[in-house]
């Protein structure tokens, strides 16, 4: 019963995101990269057929967030099995517009929603011989029809709280979700106890690959010569990603801070209005 509900929620989302792609960029660029996803996606493909077809690794990340937090394991596993053909999916756009260019993938598609029949194409395309999900990503269609087709199913980085769905008496639907996991990668103790409470016994703490990612980052930064200039030999503070509940709480205390400091602020969005009323306000 749940199922039925899942997914006519689905395609009460994809409808909805249609009806409002006039007024909204990202609706008009998930629609946009959602048309002829799958027909797009056979045609960029090798033949997936035959003793010649080379294994593929499939890595999906819900957005750009997602996709740096599992970019030290998609560079590992590029540099360990150089042999195999990566494909790397997103749900938002967010994270596609920003790095459907990656080196680091050979194939770079948005994920075709997760309808039964769209998860039974996509993997009767791409027939990956491994898959990996990062974080909170539990497509139920694709992670059955990846069980069903005996393919092993990775998730990393996880992180399971007590009041995720999970671990509710009614969660018996997200709780069979875990069960089409070849293995879990946590990132703490307390999530590896919360999936044995329910029964799901093949998890491992890894920790959490933003910090791997991060040290690739700050080892590879070049200098950025304007930046420097701007600190000169003041404090500097960078707030990245900044939303506007984060600014809610910022500008009181930039504003109330009595000592020399220098900030930069990063938007996870650019909206000039809100960017001028920031301005405005510190």
């Not at 996709?67 to 053909?85: H, K, M, N, S, T």
């Amino acid at each position: 019963m749940f199922s039925f509900f899942y997914n006519i929620g689905l395609r009460a989302y994809q409808l909805l995101a249609r009806a409002v792609t006039p007024v909204n960029a990202k609706a008009r660029l998930w629609s946009a990269g959602q048309h002829q996803v799958l027909s797009r996606l056979a045609h960029a493909l090798p033949s997936r057929t035959g003793p010649a077809a080379p294994s593929l690794a499939w890595f999906h990340a819900a957005s750009l967030g997602e996709f740096e937090q599992g970019r030290p394991v998609i560079d590992a596993f590029r540099a360990q099995y150089p042999d195999y053909l990566i494909l790397l999916t997103f749900f938002s756009p967010s994270g596609y517009e920003v790095r459907k260019d990656y080196a680091g993938a050979d194939f770079v598609f948005y994920l075709p929603l997760d309808t039964p029949r769209n998860a039974r194409q996509f993997i009767e395309i791409v027939q990956p011989s491994i898959a990996f999900f990062i974080k909170y990503e539990f497509w139920a269609n694709y992670l059955r029809e990846l069980r069903a087709n005996n393919v092993p199913t990775v998730l990393f980085s996880a992180l399971f709280r007590p009041d995720q769905l999970f671990f509710k008496p009614y969660g018996g639907f997200y709780r069979k979700l875990l069960t089409c996991f070849s293995h879990i990668l946590v990132q703490n103790p307390e999530s590896v106890e919360l999936l044995r409470g329910i029964g799901v016994t093949n998890v491992t703490v890894s920790g959490d690959t933003r910090f791997d990612r991060v040290a690739q980052t700050a080892a590879a930064a070049p200098e950025v010569l304007a930046v420097r200039a701007f600190k000169a030999n003041m404090p500097l503070l960078v707030v990245g990603s900044a939303w506007p509940e984060d600014m809610a709480v910022l500008i009181p205390f930039l504003n109330a801070f009595d000592k020399p400091l220098n900030v930069i602020i990063a938007p996870h969005e650019i909206h000039d209005d809100e960017l001028t009323r920031w301005q405005e306000q510190l």
